[in-house]
């Protein structure tokens, strides 16, 4: 007899190799590497190596990853033409979205999908979305747009075509952190559609547009421009603790706390709070970190009890606003480094496939009769 689990709470629904959560402790790694290391030491191109190999890279292996990964940041001429075109009012995730959908157009064989085809496709892809958003977002702001530049790594690039002028090492550093704690996360909910689509035998581009289209949603990775706006909604300190106290008495949710896994503080909030409140000492931004720890001590407080706790999603915020990224920009962020997540669970699926086709249970009447329509 199959058991009803709403939401697939507590479902273990595939395997994989790549990350490792303790919900309990609050731990997350990275094939066996705990996020703070790689958060402190590692690179997002060496991040996205070890999820989709197994094993960190040796420096020869590395600068191959790069090298290639480098070779893709170029998108087609005829998509800077698609995103002139493109309303300037359109939100960033619709426009991803319908881009990565767009790229299997200008690849030749956009369907096949054995495992070294996916790949192909997934290092393209992870190399094109940064250029696709930093082309949208000067376009819409009618400036001109910024070629990559394949002497700069994944992270120096982004800052470099959005804003034109290279990043501080400082303010590279930070996004890429962001970048290496947002990679993977276990069957969150939009890894789950990739594997989803993939699990048909459909293609690279449908699985990630179907992941990019679940991340938006505000009970996931559209929960950091949720942040955002609580906090620009907060007047000043003081407003911080009838704000929140009020929400929860109208059982609203406070956005960037609480996980379907996490019950103790997610982890990369820890690593990202670092970064929040080195970045907005260093930006003039104090009053956002602030009132981020004041939400916390009041959550704290309030419904620790309950397991809730702040997610990644708390502070990558207050980070985002301080590398000067425009509040619409944030969800983008996590859909450019979850990406790497994504692909290496395509990869893994196609690997060990079976189709998934969960059951429905059926709360509906039988044998009802049919009335004709003059009848009824
Ligand atoms: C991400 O899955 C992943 O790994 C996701 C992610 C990743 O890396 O891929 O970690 C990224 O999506 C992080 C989560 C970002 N979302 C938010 O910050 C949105 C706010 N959070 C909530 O909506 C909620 O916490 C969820 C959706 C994240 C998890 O919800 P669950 O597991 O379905 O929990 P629930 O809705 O059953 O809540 C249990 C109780 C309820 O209270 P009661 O009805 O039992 O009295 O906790 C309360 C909820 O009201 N609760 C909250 C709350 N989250 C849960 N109360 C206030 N504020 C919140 N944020």
């Not at 709470?9 to 996020?35: H, R």
């Not at 767009?102 to 190399?127: C, H, M, T, W």
């Not at 000067?138 to 992270?155: A, H, I, M, N, Y």
Request: net charge negative.
């Amino acid at each position: 007899m199959s058991t009803y689990a709403k939401g697939l709470e507590g479902i273990i629904a595939a395997e994989t190799n790549m990350s490792w959560i303790d919900g309990t402790k609050g731990i997350l790694e990275y094939v066996g590497i705990n996020i703070d290391e790689l958060a402190q030491k590692s690179t997002f191109e060496e991040t996205v190596y070890l999820l989709w190999n197994g094993k960190l890279p040796k420096i020869n292996e590395l600068d191959e990853f790069t090298r290639e990964l480098r070779s893709h940041y170029r998108i087609p001429d005829v998509m800077k033409e698609r995103i002139a075109r493109i309303p300037k009012e359109v939100e960033p995730m619709h426009m991803l979205r319908t881009l990565i959908s767009e790229l299997s157009f200008y690849d030749p064989n956009p369907n096949d999908n054995d495992v070294a085809s996916a790949r192909q496709k997934a290092i393209r892809v992870l190399g094109q979305a940064p250029t696709l958003v930093a082309a949208f977002d000067r376009s819409r702001k009618g400036l001109e747009l910024v070629e990559p530049d394949t002497e700069l790594g994944f992270s120096q690039n982004f800052l470099y075509m959005l804003n034109g002028k290279k990043p501080t090492d400082t303010m590279a550093k930070a996004f890429d952190i962001c970048m290496i704690t947002h990679a993977d996360h276990g069957l969150n909910n939009s890894t789950f559609a990739a594997r989803v689509v993939i699990s048909t035998l459909s293609d690279v581009y449908s699985a990630l547009t179907a992941a990019v289209g679940s991340l938006r949603g505000p009970l996931h990775g559209g929960a950091n421009e949720g942040v955002m706006k609580m906090l620009n909604e907060i007047p000043t300190i003081e407003d911080v603790e009838p704000y929140i106290m009020n929400k929860l008495k109208n059982k609203e949710r406070i956005m960037g706390f609480g996980h379907r896994v996490y019950k103790a503080k997610d982890p990369r909030a820890k690593e990202l709070q670092k970064l929040a409140k080195q970045l907005a000492e260093d930006t003039g931004n104090s009053d956002l970190f602030l009132k981020s720890k004041k939400i916390e001590e009041i959550m704290e407080r309030e419904v620790a009890s309950k397991g809730i706790y702040p997610n990644v999603d708390f502070y990558s915020a207050t980070t985002y606003h301080c590398i000067g990224l425009q509040l619409d920009l944030f969800t983008p962020m996590f859909a450019m480094s979850r990406l790497g997540g994504w692909s290496g669970h395509i990869i893994e699926q196609l690997s060990d496939n079976r189709l998934f086709r969960p059951k429905a249970q059926f709360v509906g009447e039988h044998n009802v009769p049919y009335i004709p329509i003059q009848e009824r």
